[in-house]
């Protein structure tokens, strides 16, 4: 079946290190793939998505590769913030359907 | 962002008594969904609408109904509240099958 992998968390960095957060699928077809952002108290945001192979999604300082053969989508931002603590979930949605499929979620918390 | 609210945000109610969750939204867009978000699950869809009076069953609709009467309300109604019910319910958005999904602010319930 379909389903989204997750690092489990939380993750604790100290401000300006660099972040990784792995995430790996499993889908038939050509997923769309997406990461979302939730911020204590919220709801979920979408933060970014890439739709087919090698693309590249990017939003507020963060990136994730969508890649076929690795079967990932793993999420990096170079130097984080205080303000970047929150839950980060992985997700996918098979082609031609309107369901996403998430992860987990792992808790990410920075410390000045 | 899309314009969703819920109500209410938080409510505690007894083992076998009806609930009723209504999520409203601004933007006109026809597609609606209701998820439960629990620890080590992620958020797992339980019921959707793709238009007025139009619904189907998630991937965990036991023990929940829906209803869709006009474009800007989705009610989720527990018929027969249990404790395994205990959890943050999210609505979520979208103008078409394939679109970002907007998320509301969500509604913790818990069930005693």
């Known amino acids: 079946g379909n389903s989204v992998t997750q690092m489990e968390g939380p993750v604790t960095l100290s401000e300006e290190a660099f972040l990784t957060i792995n995430c790996t699928y499993t889908?038939?077809?050509?997923?769309?793939l997406f990461w979302y952002v939730q911020y204590p108290g919220e709801g979920l945001q979408l933060l970014l998505k890439?739709?087919?192979?090698?693309d590249k999604g990017s939003n507020k300082g963060f990136e994730a590769t969508y890649r076929k053969e690795t079967t990932s989508f793993h999420l990096e931002k170079g130097s984080v913030q205080v303000s970047d603590s929150a839950v980060y979930f992985c997700?996918?949605?098979?082609?031609?359907?309107?369901?996403?499929?998430f992860g987990t979620g792992t808790r990410l918390q920075v410390f000045p | 962002d899309a314009g969703i609210t819920q109500s209410p945000r938080h409510k505690v109610t007894e083992t076998g008594t009806p609930v009723t969750l209504r999520c409203h939204q601004t933007e006109n867009h026809r597609y609606m969904y209701w998820y439960r978000q629990d620890p080590g699950h992620g958020l797992r869809l339980i019921h959707y609408s793709y238009g007025v009076k139009d619904t189907d069953k998630g991937e965990v609709s036991d023990g929940y109904s829906v209803s869709r009467s006009k474009t800007e309300d989705f009610l989720l109604t527990l018929e027969s509240a249990t404790s395994s019910q205990t959890s943050v319910y999210f609505c979520?958005?979208?103008?078409?099958?394939?679109?970002?999904?907007?998320f509301g602010p969500g509604t913790r319930l818990t069930v005693l």
């Open positions: 889908a038939t077809g050509y997923p769309s």
């Open positions: 979520a958005t979208s103008s078409g099958s394939t679109d970002t999904q907007y």
């Open positions: 890439a739709t087919k192979a090698d």
């Open positions: 997700a996918l949605r098979r082609d031609n359907t309107d369901k996403l499929i």
